[in-house]
């Protein structure tokens, strides 16, 4: 249970709001980090600890795109593929992506590492094909560029690295300074 995993983190997040409810969005990232996903446990929980309803956090859940309802890749790998990214390129690197890991669109590799999804409008028109990885963004894209990306990503997986996860920043955030 991330209540008692989290307790410091889930405290000191608490005592940076002035309301119990405003905590939401950073406890859902502690409870995605333990789960994997926000899970009907993890919303539960969430719930749970600000005494809220359940379908509060679950309709904060389906609403943010940082939030999953299903278990997803240790690295997320967010296309845009707006209008304005597939005039420059986007959709066909988003069959390029797809084809070199070897999984659908929100599919998932075997190894657990990445997830590919599409998205609309990362607010990076200019620099397209672009994507966003937990949080991060990447540029100017091509099969070279992307090629070495998942490079990096395995050998970040390999040493334990948590690399852009959101969680690791909500935590040192809750932390006093």
């Known amino acids: 249970m991330i209540k008692e995993k989290y307790a410091k983190e889930i405290e000191g997040i608490l005592?940076?709001?002035?309301?119990?409810?405003?905590?939401?969005?950073?406890?859902?990232?502690l409870a995605q980090r333990e789960y994997g996903y926000m899970s009907q446990e993890a919303m539960r929980e969430v719930a749970g600890i600000l005494d809220l309803d359940p379908t509060h956090v679950l309709s904060l859940?389906?609403?943010?795109?940082?939030?999953?309802?299903?278990?997803?890749?240790k690295y997320v790998l967010e296309i845009c593929n707006d209008l304005a990214?597939?005039?420059?390129?986007a959709d066909e690197f988003v069959e390029m992506a797809t084809n070199k890991l070897g999984i659908p669109v929100d599919g998932?590799?075997?190894?657990?590492l990445f997830t590919i999804k599409t998205v609309m409008c990362l607010g990076a028109c200019d620099r397209a094909p672009m994507?966003?990885?937990?949080?991060?963004f990447e540029e100017n894209l091509d099969e070279g560029k992307f090629e070495?990306?998942?490079?990096?990503?395995?050998?970040?997986?390999?040493?334990?690295?948590?690399?852009?996860?959101?969680?690791?920043?909500?935590?040192?955030?809750?932390?006093?300074?």
């Open 108 to 112: 998932t590799t075997a190894d657990g």
């Open 131 to 136: 994507l966003q990885c937990n949080l991060k």
């Open 85 to 89: 990214c597939a005039l420059r390129g």
């Open 148 to 177: 070495l990306l998942l490079s990096r990503l395995r050998s970040e997986a390999e040493t334990g690295g948590e690399g852009t996860a959101v969680a690791p920043k909500i935590a040192s955030y809750a932390v006093k300074k």
């Open 61 to 73: 859940s389906g609403f943010y795109s940082l939030y999953y309802e299903e278990p997803q890749g």
């Open 15 to 29: 005592a940076r709001f002035p309301t119990k409810k405003s905590a939401v969005l950073p406890l859902m990232h």
